[in-house]
Nanobody, 126 residues
């Protein structure tokens, strides 16, 4: 069984930085894409960023382009989301997600991911 465990959320002020990490543990898991999604109160879960295991290609929602960076370690067991220049509208629960059979056209679709972490709260004050 594969588990995803997020860490690194917390309180920040506008303009600050936070670094979220997601560790995949359990059986060997050859994910194709790992991503970060977020959900603010009263809103749907939305795509933030994703990274492709082979090649390391990265993909971002427009809201995070230029501010967020997704990366993975050499062992491909940890995915990190570096968030800079945080804004109050970044406030949400951030979820790590992974999937093995995701195709490129579906990587922004939460329904394409088969494994999810429990979420970590990010709160940005103005």
């Amino acid at each position: 069984q594969v588990q995803l465990l997020e860490s690194g959320g917390g309180l920040a002020q506008a303009g600050d930085s936070l670094r979220l990490s997601c560790v995949a543990s359990g059986r060997t898991f050859d994910w194709r894409f790992m991503g970060w999604f977020r959900q603010a109160p009263g809103k749907e879960r939305e795509f933030v960023a994703a990274i492709r295991r082979i090649g390391g290609n990265t993909y971002y929602a427009d809201s995070g382009k230029g501010r967020f960076t997704i990366s993975t370690d050499n062992a491909k067991s940890t995915v990190t989301l570096q968030m800079n220049s945080l804004k109050p509208e970044d406030t949400a629960v951030y979820y790590c997600a992974a999937g093995t059979g995701i195709i490129l056209s579906a990587l922004r679709d939460a329904g394409a991911y088969t494994h999810w972490g429990q979420g970590t709260q990010v709160t940005v004050s103005s």
